[in-house]
């Protein structure tokens, strides 16, 4: 529930930063950019990709969170993975990926996501 959060929120920060980039690249067409052009244009570009990758890690963080509730065993290692990195992003972030990596690497986590042994 936390990772889903979180990744909706990081799409949200995402969207909002490809509208900034709309509005930057807008002053670079406009008549009257001749003074400002460069800078317009590198701030666009710069709202454009961190835009892009708040998109990216926010789908993942979902998607991490759809396949834990799955439980299928791959997603236990995209959190991992997410949550590694989430460590770096104070403080949210930092509480998130340590809960994240006390609940998945404890041996109760870890036999949740176990394949079960089929019986015939």
Do not use: K, Q
Request: charged fraction near 10%; glycine fraction near 12%.
């Amino acid at each position: 529930m936390l990772c889903t959060v979180w990744g909706a929120l990081a799409m949200l920060v995402g969207m909002s930063l490809l509208l900034l980039s709309i509005g930057a690249f807008a002053i670079v067409l406009s008549p009257d950019a001749s003074g400002v052009g460069f800078a317009a244009g590198f701030t666009a570009a710069a709202f454009a990709s961190m835009g892009v990758i708040a998109l990216v890690w926010g789908a993942a963080h979902v998607r991490a969170s759809v396949m834990l509730r799955r439980r299928v065993p791959s997603g236990r290692l995209l959190a991992l993975g997410l949550g590694l990195v989430n460590l770096l992003m104070l403080p949210f972030g930092t509480a998130l990926g340590a809960y994240a990596m006390w609940i998945l690497l404890t041996d109760d986590g870890r036999r949740l996501f176990e394949p079960t042994p089929v019986h015939t």
